[in-house]
């Protein structure tokens, strides 16, 4: 019974997918967000960068599903080179 | 008398209090715990935003002259409302919008005559073979709207745009997050670190095109765009032979707010881009400031197709510079309810088997 319902659910899912992709070939009309094609050559001047590390929320996922609300457990504070931000962490120094 | 700061918090917008157990600021709202330093540093951030300035001027139009105004007609439908301008060398019959006859009404006084135009690049001839291309490869769509022939009545207009240019300097925060997933015997400890992050520059738009016709969807007509403005001419009335021009109902002042809103979401989008090493990005606050902004009155070709399928109406276009063609085509629920009942019952039956075969 048990197989039949997931095999059921995975259908319905693909099922779902296939023919609301096909659906989707007969919308063209969308209005447009952005004016990206409007853009002035070499316009783009971005001259102010900065970033810093300011709160962290957690989460518990047990069995593959979050569980629960998310408790927050933060500590603010700058990252310093190599600090908070780790390998690979986004680089973490204001003005930079 | 000392002033009282009171400072937000970043993660919820509370109201932020010192903790003396904790030695840190403390949020009572989420418990969020932060470094003075950080608070302080946030707070001069936010201080640095002033409010969006964002405003055009507009670049004086002229009005038709006399002579110009002999040689047009304007035709407006009984039906729709619809205004349409044609030459002298041109008929109007029906109107582009509904199909109903259109009637002479007068001249063009009082209007502001277009500053430039783009003249049509692809015929009817393109625009027929753009339709036909349009329904070709469309499983769900009705055989028998296929087969019903509208094709001939597909007309060039010409729409009226507001072109919009605009410096647009300023800054943008965005809240980046990182996750860091650290894994225990029964469970996962998802860690997601926030990052206030500023972006500060400038940006500049040239001919940002807002249509300026009521009867005309809008959104219709930004699925046609791009259109490229370097090929646009200064206008003259010899452009519009053999075609019909829309008369413009809502003036540059009513346009405005729509290309403020397409150039802010580029610049927050360029300054976007540049933020990168972080798991998601959301803007947060924004301090823009429009500058050597002005407008343009053109007309742009399009071709427009409208027609009713039971009892619907479906208006289809194709930008006759580019020969873009776009249109929302309607559903055959028939097919489309066959379609998900035998992918439904296709993959179940090979789910099924696949599991029994996988033991279980």
Request: net charge negative.
């Amino acid at each position: 019974m048990e197989t039949l319902l997931i095999s059921c659910a995975v259908g319905l899912v693909i099922a779902f997918v296939v023919s609301f992709s096909f659906r989707a070939q007969l919308k063209s009309v969308h209005f447009q967000n952005e004016a990206s094609s409007y853009l002035r050559e070499d316009s783009v001047n971005v001259d102010e960068r900065s970033e810093y590390y300011t709160y962290s929320t957690r989460s518990v996922r047990s069995n593959g599903n979050v569980s629960g609300k998310n408790t927050i457990n933060a500590h603010g504070g700058f990252d310093g080179p190599g600090g908070f931000g780790g390998p690979g962490g986004p680089g973490g120094s204001i003005g930079f | 008398m000392s002033e009282l700061k009171e400072y937000k918090c970043p993660c919820c917008g509370g109201g932020i209090e010192w903790n003396a157990k904790a030695q840190k600021m403390k949020c009572p709202y989420c418990d969020t715990e932060f470094e003075p330093e950080t608070l302080l540093q946030y707070d001069k951030d936010l201080s640095k935003l002033e409010d969006d300035d964002l405003t055009f001027e507009n670049e004086a139009n002229a009005g038709w002259s006399e002579e110009e105004q002999n040689k047009m007609n304007l035709y407006v439908c009984q039906s729709c409302g619809g205004e349409v301008i044609a030459d002298n060398t041109t008929s109007a019959s029906s109107c582009p919008y509904c199909g109903n006859p259109v009637i002479m009404k007068g001249n063009l006084s009082g209007d502001l005559k277009p500053d430039y135009v783009i003249p049509f690049k692809y015929d009817k001839k393109a625009a027929k073979a753009g339709y036909q291309k349009h329904l070709s490869g469309k499983f769900l769509l009705p055989k028998v709207f296929k087969d019903e022939n509208h094709i001939d009545e597909i007309k060039g207009v010409y729409i009226p745009f507001w072109l919009f240019d605009s410096d647009v300097s300023g800054n943008v925060i965005f809240d980046a997050t990182k996750e860091i997933v650290h894994h225990r015997e029964e469970e996962d400890i998802i860690e997601t670190k926030h990052y206030n992050v500023i972006r500060g520059g400038s940006v500049s738009f040239d001919n940002v095109p807002v249509d300026g016709s009521t009867k005309m969807d809008d959104a219709l007509m930004e699925s046609i765009e791009p259109f490229e403005f370097k090929e646009a001419v200064p206008f003259q009335t010899a452009y519009l032979s053999g075609f019909l021009a829309d008369r413009y109902d809502v003036d540059s002042e009513a346009s405005k707010k729509r290309a403020r809103e397409r150039i802010i979401e580029s610049t927050i989008s360029e300054f976007k881009d540049t933020v990168t090493g972080f798991d998601s990005v959301t803007t947060k606050d924004t301090s823009l400031k429009f500058s050597k902004g002005n407008v343009k009155y053109a007309l742009y070709p399009a071709w427009i197709l409208n027609t009713t399928w039971q009892g619907k109406k479906f208006t289809f276009a194709m930008n006759g510079q580019t020969g873009k063609f776009v249109g929302d085509l309607p559903t055959d629920k028939t097919k489309f309810g066959g379609l998900f009942g035998v992918t439904f019952v296709a993959i179940t039956i090979i789910m099924y088997i696949l599991l029994k075969l996988m033991g279980m």
